[in-house]
């Protein structure tokens, strides 16, 4: 964790949190760019908004783009395309895969979620495809 504020926030400032360990407030956070907006706590509808579109993603989906977000981050930008189009071509066969799941093969979780596990079956499958 403490990497990640290191790669987000400037120095002087990850400096002082980590020695201090106190509370920084939320509009100084964002100044910092430790977070993408603050909102006041009565604005219960905006504060929910971000959160539920994530919520609603695919969990595969969210935990895959997370890791290519981050893996992209660290290439050349020649590599970073090549890179790029494999994920859209990847990301496109899995909307496709899920849409062409039958509903009544759907198993909702507790969240209202569907289940990601034939989602992630389909997507190791094209991987592996590939690979041959």
């Known amino acids: 964790m403490v990497a990640l504020v290191a790669a987000i926030v400037p120095r002087k400032q990850a400096m002082e949190m980590?020695?201090?360990?106190?509370?920084?407030?939320?509009?100084?956070?964002?100044?910092?760019?430790?977070?993408?907006r603050v909102v006041a706590r009565h604005n219960r509808e905006r504060r929910d908004c971000a959160a539920e579109k994530v919520a609603l993603q695919s969990a595969y989906t969210v935990k895959l783009g997370k890791a290519r977000f981050y893996r992209q981050a660290e290439m050349s930008l020649a590599d970073a395309y090549r890179y790029a189009g494999r994920v859209m071509t990847e990301n496109m066969m899995a909307a496709t895969l899920r849409k062409a799941s039958a509903p009544s093969s759907r198993s909702a979780s507790?969240?209202?979620?569907?289940?990601?596990?034939?989602l992630a079956s389909g997507a190791k499958q094209s991987t592996a495809a590939k690979e041959v």
């Open 18 to 36: 980590l020695l201090t360990g106190e509370p920084i407030a939320a509009r100084a956070a964002r100044e910092i760019g430790l977070v993408n």
């Open 110 to 118: 507790r969240s209202g979620r569907i289940s990601d596990s034939r």
